[in-house]
């Protein structure tokens, strides 16, 4: 076999490690390519997320497309786009439609660090399928000229006979009332929480609303003296979010911490069909990273996965004792929480 020129085999020996450097760098680039987008389907529609996103591309290079739309259409549309959606991550609002859309097999299992040390165990999925990214919570709200903190401050008490001919509450249609009344099932049994649904629905004073924020404006209106309705909606009236007339208007009302506050959440997860896992992985983490819950809770004044945040409308309320009952456990009861509602006569 004839021997190569000397400076031949020196050649060929030299660009062997050229040749390594470039297919890394080949691959790298590829990855980095493949990292360079994600898709984003969101339950939530609120201009100071894209801000938030904003950001998250300018410090990672990584681009957010962005779909925006009610939570139920965002499932079903992940469902029929099954493997070929270009859906990475999926964030929804209220645990029962996170637990749902784990049980459609919509998420993939999640390992991050930064993520199981943002997210107590209680608001994010056993299995990591899920995390919480917020906090809301669904409080009695009263009109003080027609019903005392005292009487609402615990949930049962909106079953007392005491207030007849007082009580708001939105249909039974509405998946926050279903979370809530989970979450009674869970602290009080079956029995008990029928028996408190007979109660509630006895004492309303007008036909159930389809919406929180007609019914706390009926409240401010002293329409109802008290109403179950998620903070966050008082929050944007009391910010003057919906305008001056409503800010005016919902300083009359107050919210009442019961003892302790039912919890829910705001959450994200990785879809599985995502072709960038790594990089939606980043984008929950950085939604939930402390120096940003401000920008993604106070967006819609509701509170950060951890610790109070900074909204005055919430520093206001003052602090209150969170219940210890999980998202999982509202996701769980889910099923059976609307069959006491329908049974009880909530409409």
Known sequence: MRKLPRGLNRGRAAGLPLLLAATTLLAACSQQ??????????????????????????????????????????????????????????????????????????????????????????????????????????TPMINTASVQAEEVDQYQKLAAPALKGRLCLR????????????????????EATAKWIRGMVANLSQPVFSSDTPMIRAVAQNNCGVA????????RLQAGDKGEADRKLSEAVTVVWPEPVHVNI??????????????????????????????????NHEYPIKGMGDDPV???????????????????LNSKALELMSANGWQ
Request: aromatic share 8%; hydrophobic share 40%.
């Open 33 to 138: 390519g493949q990292q360079s987008e994600i898709g984003v389907y969101s339950g939530r529609h609120y201009n100071t997320d894209q801000q938030l996103y904003d950001r998250f591309t300018a410090e990672t290079g990584i681009k957010v497309k962005l779909l925006e739309a009610k939570d139920d259409a965002l499932i079903q549309r992940l469902r029929t786009e099954g493997d070929t959606s270009p859906a990475d991550v999926l964030i929804l609002a209220d645990a029962a439609r996170l637990d749902q859309a784990a049980d459609l097999d919509l998420f993939q299992p999640v390992r991050s660090n930064q993520l199981d040390a943002a997210v107590p165990e209680a608001l994010r999925d056993p299995k990591q399928r899920w995390f919480g990214l917020t906090r809301r919570l669904r």
């Open 314 to 332: 919430l520093k206001a309320w003052g602090p209150f004792r969170q219940a210890d009952v999980s998202a999982a456990r509202l996701g769980e």
């Open 171 to 190: 249909n039974r249609r509405s998946v926050y009332n279903q979370s809530l009344v989970a979450f009674m099932l869970d602290r009080e049994g079956e």
């Open 228 to 235: 179950l309705a998620n903070s966050y909606y008082l929050g």
């Open 266 to 299: 705001t959450g994200g997860g990785v879809t599985r069909s995502s072709r960038n896992p790594e990089a939606a992985t980043r984008f929950l983490a950085f939604l939930v990273a402390s120096e940003n819950q401000g920008g993604y809770a106070a967006a």
